[in-house]
């Protein structure tokens, strides 16, 4: 801080004089009490000099808003984007929200939920989980009512990470990033379950250097927890609302669910 002393109504007044980093800011006097000191604004004065961006939170708009604000920064008022999991929000926020600059994109991830206002719809459901949807698959084909009963498999025994990870990122970064093997069995199970082994003879089409290397990403740089908290901003940013709105850019899709 820097410290100063002027001569005033018959006293030698000291004083810390600290200005912002903005031409436009609002000088603000800041006064203690007894028996405090200046030392009450140490650690606030840095925050008011140069306050850090006001936003919470770092959901998939901001995301979409970070990324655009990338391409600019490099050069490129006109791109397209690509995504697969979380990567194919990202892309729909772009194409939402910044289809000025972005002007199309491809995602291999989609899920379309069914509109409970459509007859269609709801034919299809029933259709789906029907005790005899396997012999007469009367509204969906054969192929859709397999990827819709996977579907709901996935959600009742394969999304446990994911409860975990929205409501509770914080706990499990901390188990996780104290742990190496905690987190390497954490990430290899994901990659053995979701992984296309059928051209494989059954085992992982990834090499053991991959996973490990993969892992050490976060293992090194104690990211894991901020990579965790996606799912917890996703689910709470916006109060539990989805981004629903139509992208304003071409798009084409790799695989979605039949609705």
């Not at 899920?111 to 034919?123: F, V």
């Not at 009512?145 to 499990?172: A, D, M, T």
């Not at 996606?230 to 084409?252: M, N, P, W």
Request: aromatic share 12%; proline share 5%.
């Amino acid at each position: 801080m820097h410290h100063f002393t002027i001569p005033l109504n018959a006293i030698n007044l000291h004083f810390v004089h600290e200005k912002s980093k903005h031409t436009n800011a609002i000088p603000l006097l800041l006064t203690h009490g007894w028996p405090g000191s200046f030392l009450e604004f140490t650690e606030i004065i840095p925050q008011l000099v140069n306050p850090a961006p006001n936003h919470k939170g770092f959901a998939l708009v901001f995301i979409a808003k970070t990324f655009n604000q990338l391409m600019l920064e490099l050069g490129y008022t006109k791109c397209v984007a690509q995504g697969g999991d979380w990567g194919s929000a990202v892309s729909k926020a772009l194409g939402i929200f910044h289809s000025e600059n972005c002007r199309g994109i491809n995602v291999n991830f989609m899920i379309a939920s069914p509109n409970r206002y459509k007859p269609q719809h709801l034919l299809q459901l029933a259709n789906a989980f029907a005790s005899y949807a396997d012999q007469f698959p009367l509204f969906l084909s054969a192929d859709e009512i397999k990827g819709i009963k996977g579907l709901g498999h996935f959600q009742s025994q394969e999304s446990g990470y994911s409860q975990v990870q929205s409501n509770k990122p914080q706990s499990l970064g901390y188990s996780l990033n104290d742990s190496p093997v905690g987190l390497l069995a954490w990430m290899v199970e994901k990659f053995r379950t979701w992984s296309d082994k059928r051209h494989t003879n059954g085992q992982l089409p990834f090499s053991k250097e991959f996973l490990i290397t993969n892992c050490c990403l976060y293992w090194l740089t104690r990211n894991v927890t901020s990579s965790f908290r996606l799912y917890y901003e996703a689910r709470h940013a916006h109060q539990g609302r989805q981004i629903k709105q139509y992208c304003k850019v071409g798009s084409v899709r790799g695989s979605s669910i039949p609705w």
